[in-house]
């Protein structure tokens, strides 16, 4: 098998003890925020309308720049669990701005694309489980990796677009249907911007996929970087998900303050600086010096 291990990389590299104490820091910030959060999550506020659209361009960037950053990775170590985290990572950003442009009365007094009211919450609820279930096949195939080839290099190129497509197939062909059979669909938001009584099973389902992703990805903290960092993003996705189960609708303390959570504390482009863009800019140069060397 070729060997694919390569050391500076946060995909294969084992988190050193600044990283420990970064991520420590921010499990202590996360739990603490949710603990005050929690009490006053159902106090309503004054509705902004305007401030989903805002979110919306921070999380779709800081997605971006995750995936950017993970296929840069992939095009080095050539997994294709890595893969398949970063096209979770573009289905994730290109999902949350399609969420924001479907958003009422800020571009549209419907949304775009000819949205309903239920077309938001049913992208909210398929956004919120789509990240932790790419990281549960992400866990299963990196423990499958031992056993099978990498990517080859000539590949690589066509994997990453390919992915790319599918991310973007994906995201269009999901939010086509929520639009095109919003009527037959469930309500998961009233009139009144009240949680319906089904809402509650689809963020069951969401809580649920949460906890799986958290656990399986435990127990990999360890192994590197990367997987140090999945963790804490998965309990900020967790505490998120535990968060939407106690709302009790829209404009709410618990609302607004989720993403937040999510987002700007525990998303790891923003907090530890081995995930800034600058390994994306050294990732390019590190394959053209390989492939000069070896001509």
Not at 83 to 101: C, E, M, P, Q
Not at 150 to 175: E, H, N, Q
Not at 260 to 279: E, K, M, Q, V, W
Request: net charge positive; with cysteine; charged share 10%.
């Amino acid at each position: 098998m070729e060997e694919t291990q390569q050391p500076g990389l946060i995909s294969t590299s084992p988190p050193g003890p600044g990283q420990k104490s970064t991520a420590l820091a921010v499990t202590v910030f996360l739990l603490a925020a949710f603990a005050i959060i929690v009490p006053s999550a159902r106090v309503m506020l004054r509705p902004l309308d305007v401030y989903i659209p805002l979110v919306a361009v921070v999380m779709f960037l800081t997605d971006l720049m995750t995936a950017t950053l993970l296929l840069a990775q992939f095009s080095i170590v050539r997994s294709r669990a890595l893969l398949l985290l970063a096209s979770g990572y573009l289905f994730t950003a290109l999902l949350v701005a399609t969420y924001g442009l479907v958003w009422p009365l800020v571009i549209h007094p419907t949304g775009l694309f000819d949205a309903g009211p239920q077309t938001a919450p049913w992208l909210y609820l398929i956004w919120h489980a789509g990240l932790p279930t790419s990281v549960i096949l992400y866990g299963f195939l990196k423990s499958k990796e031992h056993k099978t080839q990498p990517v080859t290099r000539d590949s690589v190129g066509k994997f990453i677009l390919a992915s790319i497509m599918c991310a973007v197939l994906l995201v269009f062909g999901l939010s086509w249907l929520v639009i095109r059979f919003q009527h037959i669909l469930p309500v998961l938001m009233t009139p009144t911007g009240q949680a319906s009584e089904f809402s509650s099973f689809g963020t069951g389902a969401v809580f649920l996929v949460s906890v799986s992703a958290f656990v399986l990805q435990w127990r990999r903290r360890q192994r590197s970087v990367l997987d140090l960092w999945l963790s804490i993003v998965l309990l900020a996705w967790l505490l998120g998900s535990i968060t939407l189960n106690i709302l009790g609708g829209r404009f709410t303390v618990g609302w607004y303050a989720t993403p937040r959570l999510r987002y700007h504390i525990g998303n790891p482009c923003l907090t530890d600086p081995s995930f800034r863009i600058a390994d994306v800019t050294r990732a390019p140069c590190r394959i053209r010096f390989g492939a000069a060397a070896r001509t």
